[in-house]
């Protein structure tokens, strides 16, 4: 039977744009990806402070003024799925992006289940992948591949602390 994981990466713009430059060491800033005026994604810092997606510019500028303003790169972030999907075929050659949401990447994954010490081992190297690439991946896993896209589409954002 087949046994296919999704990694979906809710917040693709902001992870594509995450601004490398901060110092571990230093106070975390608000970060806000805007297109045509409007805000598409947001980090944990300026989502506490009132801003969400949809919200005007003025609007976002209003409730957090110091926040790091950029604009959203649909390139940047198409190479950024490119690259999870390449490094992905390090646990199967069945890795495919999804043509329902630019947003997620599916991989077949049932000849590798052994290999790899079953399902949840495979996910936790699989969400670590990610990781490494600079994204905050929510991974979903079922027998079809649309099941495991919606599962992961659904489930709230959770891992690793990030700014």
């Known amino acids: 039977m087949p046994f296919w994981i999704a990694v979906h990466l809710p917040r693709l713009p902001l992870d594509a744009l995450r601004p490398r430059w901060s110092?571990?060491?230093?106070?975390p800033l608000p970060v806000v990806v805007l297109e045509q005026e409007r805000v598409v994604s947001?980090?944990?810092l300026a989502v506490r402070e009132g801003v969400h997606a949809g919200l005007r510019?003025?609007?976002a500028q209003a409730l957090v003024p110091h926040a790091v303003q950029l604009e959203r790169d649909p390139?940047?972030?198409?190479?950024?799925?490119?690259?999870?999907?390449?490094?992905?075929?390090?646990?199967t050659p069945h890795v495919t992006l999804d043509?329902?949401?630019?947003?997620?990447?599916?991989l077949?994954?049932?000849?590798?289940?052994?290999?790899?010490?079953g399902h949840r081992a495979l996910c936790r190297a699989v969400k670590y992948c990610a990781y490494r690439l600079g994204a905050v991946p929510v991974l979903g896993a079922g027998p079809t591949a649309r099941g495991a896209a919606w599962l992961a589409s659904t489930r709230p954002v959770r891992g690793r602390r990030t700014a």
């Open 75 to 91: 390139a940047v972030e198409a190479r950024l799925m490119q690259s999870l999907a390449l490094a992905l075929l390090a646990f």
């Open 108 to 117: 077949e994954v049932e000849a590798s289940l052994r290999l790899f010490g």
């Open 42 to 44: 947001a980090n944990r």
């Open 57 to 59: 510019r003025a609007g």
């Open 99 to 106: 043509v329902a949401d630019e947003a997620t990447v599916l």
């Open 23 to 27: 110092d571990p060491a230093a106070l």
